[in-house]
């Protein structure tokens, strides 16, 4: 899942912050790829990540001695963000299995409208003059992805599309939740934090998948390995290269280096999954990555 570019950002471009951000998106092009690997139910997947990724968070703010003790009002800020990510998740892993890794990931990632939306009316950011042309460049190339072939596709195949813009929706809440815990309202860093709502959304999850009737016992060697990559990549070695990285860099190189993502999840679904796709569908996604891009570029705060 993707990050979101920052509000402001240090001017300049150090070449060590933007191979971090770099490699950091390019890793999180691989979580759509090891959710289809893992050959497990969605649900199912979705808490591997969240149980291992939160485990190894915990790990790592405890090597690095900046543990804080857990406190009620952490957990209850924790439960709003572990919601949305449980929910994205849900919605996500069944569009990642149902209409592929590199169309899911692009469909979540026009969260960007919604978040700038949601900017614009909550926080009086003015929206860019470039919102209005980026949302209708990213909605045509959306339609040459899968509105064109809309009447060919089943039933399950079509509401993994909606389940995928869904997920950018579930997205935003954590995004909006995540970033207000952080402000002030807990003494936590952002690795404990993320690491403490990852373990909570992984209970959340377990009770889903329960509710559903999943089992949770994995029994190959292939499913262990590409959910613990799932945990590993995605929840925390990404996370960690990219809030190290975007501060230092500016937010339209931020947004531009975040696309890497669902880019790349793209090409490894062709390579690695045979996806059929015609030039319409390379026309398709060059043009919703433009208008994503287009969509990040913020206005300023309203004086």
């Keep these: 899942m993707t990050a979101q570019a920052p509000q402001a950002a240090a001017p300049g471009a150090p070449p060590a912050a933007v191979g971090r951000m770099a490699l950091g998106a390019m890793l999180l092009s691989t979580t759509s790829i090891f959710v289809v690997l893992a050959q497990v139910a969605p649900t199912v997947s979705a808490f591997y990540r969240m149980l291992f990724g939160g485990a190894m968070l915990f790990g790592w703010v405890v090597l690095t001695r900046r543990w804080v003790r857990i406190r009620w009002r952490d957990l209850t800020l924790a439960l709003l963000p572990a919601l949305g990510f449980s929910l994205d998740l849900i919605f996500w892993h069944r569009s990642i299995l149902w209409v592929g890794p590199g169309v899911a990931t692009l469909l979540t990632n026009f969260q960007v409208f919604l978040m700038a939306l949601v900017g614009w009316w909550v926080y009086r950011e003015r929206l860019g003059r470039w919102f209005v042309p980026g949302l209708a460049v990213a909605l045509a190339g959306l339609w040459l992805l899968v509105g064109a072939h809309w009447s060919l596709f089943d039933a399950r195949h079509r509401l993994g599309v909606w389940l995928g813009l869904a997920s950018g929706v579930a997205y935003t809440l954590y995004l909006l939740s995540f970033r207000r815990a952080l402000s002030g309202h807990t003494a936590l860093s952002a690795a404990q ?89 390379w026309l398709g996604l060059a043009l919703a990555l433009a208008g994503i891009l287009l969509g990040t570029l913020r206005g300023a705060r309203r004086k």
Excluded: N
């Design 193 to 281: 934090f993320l690491g403490l709502m990852s373990l909570l959304s992984a209970g959340l999850l377990l009770a889903w998948g329960g509710f559903e009737g999943d089992t949770f016992a994995l029994t190959t060697a292939r499913s262990w390995s590409a959910l613990l990559a799932l945990g590993f990549f995605g929840q925390v070695i990404a996370w960690l290269l990219m809030v190290r990285a975007m501060p230092l860099l500016p937010a339209s190189l931020v947004g531009l280096l975040l696309l890497l993502q669902p880019a790349l999840a793209f090409v490894l679904d062709v390579l690695l999954f045979k996806r059929p796709t015609g030039a319409g569908d």
